[in-house]
């Protein structure tokens, strides 16, 4: 069996003394942790607050390794790279924030560690699996032929997005076929700890987000403006992100 490279992951560090845990903050699709946490004023913030933040990249974004299969990028197998981030950093214990894919990939993690997550903010966790419908096929065609879009809308918008990606873009496309290997069924939340949903209302991909707090007894969904990705600019979400984390 070969083995996985480790993940790229850039290290926070408070510079007060705490016992709080550490915050894991997981970005999303086509993302890094550079443009979600960092631009975005957010880590800024948690240092602000005294918190110590661990942050991957995901397999085949920002800095980290490329997927060689499908396989390497499955939801299972992606959250199994979470987990080895935080053993490697030796925390028992962690707080959460992720959005969007990363959102779904911590879904699965507390399924592995379900005694280790603490506090957890989702941002823009999408109730269904957006890659299900997609050709995988088709999408690695229309990624390395912008003059030939696909007739799927879908399809043509995730090419998109991964052709402005560059080098790193036939790597995105196996992590779609990945994704589609294990799509997001929710059932329950493993972790001990009821989750917060912070929802942009001009976001598409969260519409039926109250079906999953209807499946975790205890959390809570707040809706702010901004869409998918603007709502992570928003200075409610850091606030929030802060003041949960604090409770």
């Not at 005694?115 to 419908?133: N, Q, Y």
């Not at 929710?186 to 949903?197: D, I, L, M, S, Y």
Request: charge should be negative; hydrophobic fraction near 45%.
């Amino acid at each position: 069996m070969r083995l996985r490279q480790p993940l790229a992951v850039t290290t926070y560090p408070s510079t007060e003394r705490t016992e709080q845990p550490p915050v894991l903050l997981v970005h999303g699709f086509c993302s890094s942790t550079r443009r979600t946490w960092l631009e975005t004023g957010i880590v800024q913030a948690l240092l602000d607050a005294g918190r110590t933040m661990i942050a991957p990249d995901l397999r085949g974004h920002g800095a980290s390794p490329a997927p060689t299969s499908a396989e390497e990028v499955d939801a299972v197998a992606s959250a199994q790279d979470l987990l080895a981030v935080v053993d490697a950093y030796g925390a028992d214990r962690f707080d959460v924030v992720a959005h969007s894919l990363g959102a779904r990939l911590v879904w699965e993690l507390a399924a592995l560690a379900p005694k280790r997550i603490g506090r957890v903010v989702f941002g823009g966790l999408s109730p269904t699996e957006p890659f299900a419908d997609v050709d995988v096929t088709e999408l690695r065609r229309a990624v390395r032929d912008e003059a030939a879009p696909p007739a799927d809308p879908l399809t043509g918008m995730i090419a998109s997005l991964i052709r402005a990606e560059g080098a790193r873009a036939d790597g995105l496309v196996t992590c779609v076929e990945g994704l589609r290997r294990t799509p997001f069924t929710p059932e329950r939340w493993a972790g001990g700890t009821p989750p917060w949903f912070l929802v942009g209302v001009d976001d598409t991909m969260v519409h039926g987000t109250k079906e999953l707090v209807a499946l975790v007894p205890g959390s809570r969904m707040v809706a702010m403006a901004g869409d998918h990705h603007g709502v992570l600019v928003n200075p409610f979400f850091r606030e929030l992100v802060v003041r949960v984390l604090d409770r």
